[in-house]
């Protein structure tokens, strides 16, 4: 029972901080907040992934680039550039690195307003944090593993960041329905979207970047949408307004 929640705990805590910082923050700026939680999710972020953890920097100027050339072999991770999800992975991963070492041409025309704690930044990449987190998972299922059988998710909390980016990039892009013609081939993958809190509607998502609801139509539930709508209101963090309604689509 221990490991089934620390899996779970770990693979949905990621995951929520990928989206609601990485995603709709650093790269989007779907809604603002003041320094003191701008360094306080930043932590979140660096505990939460661990030995995955993703510049914020890197992943804002990323997933811009995915959106300025979706599904076009400039696009950093397009299912339909890659035979499969491991080599998409290994194509985003070699794309990334040159982000951090600032060698990537293409990257930096999306430079500017991202999230900056430049020493966590920079030490949550080096081999010492990712090793460092990845004796934490290993004697915690020590400690708390039941069967041999357990210790095959480690690798699933070592990798946890770029697995949740290849499930939504892939199956976003290449399965489900779509709400609208972005001339790409995004897609809302619904079935699965449990596991990606709300970033399984790429096709409402490439229509509507800004859109902090990735929803649209009243049965496409996005949980990340409401833990921001829940911070808005604390006043923790203030959504951009002007950019929230949605676009008539059919019924």
């Not at 290449?174 to 609208?180: A, E």
């Not at 859109?211 to 923790?236: C, H, M, Q």
Request: glycine share 6%.
């Amino acid at each position: 029972m221990a490991i089934l929640v620390f899996f779970v705990a770990h693979y949905y805590l990621s995951l929520f901080t990928q989206t609601f910082y990485l995603h709709r923050y650093a790269a989007h700026k779907m809604f603002t907040m003041n320094k003191f939680w701008e360094k306080f999710f930043f932590l979140f972020t660096y505990i939460c992934q661990g030995s995955s953890f993703l510049s914020p920097r890197a992943y804002a100027l990323l997933h811009r680039m995915h959106h300025a050339y979706s599904d076009t072999e400039m696009d950093p991770h397009s299912p339909h550039f890659s035979s499969n999800a491991f080599s998409m992975m290994w194509k985003t991963k070699v794309i990334y690195n040159e982000v951090v070492l600032d060698t990537h041409d293409a990257a930096k025309r999306f430079e500017g307003d991202t999230p900056e704690w430049k020493w966590l930044d920079k030490f949550g990449g080096t081999v010492y944090s990712r090793l460092g987190w990845g004796t934490v998972y290993v004697l915690f299922y020590i400690n708390f593993a039941t069967a041999w059988w357990q210790y095959l998710l480690l690798p699933v909390h070592f990798l946890m960041g770029p697995i949740h980016g290849a499930i939504v990039n892939w199956g976003g892009h290449k399965y489900g329905y779509q709400n609208f013609d972005n001339h790409d081939k995004s897609r809302n993958t619904l079935p699965f979207d449990f596991l990606a809190f709300g970033e399984l509607f790429q096709n409402n998502h490439h229509k509507l970047p800004m859109r902090v609801n990735f929803g649209v139509k009243k049965w496409e539930l996005d949980p990340t949408y409401s833990v921001i709508w829940l911070l808005d209101k604390a006043r923790i963090v203030k959504v951009k307004r002007k950019w929230q309604q949605p676009l008539p689509v059919a019924a």
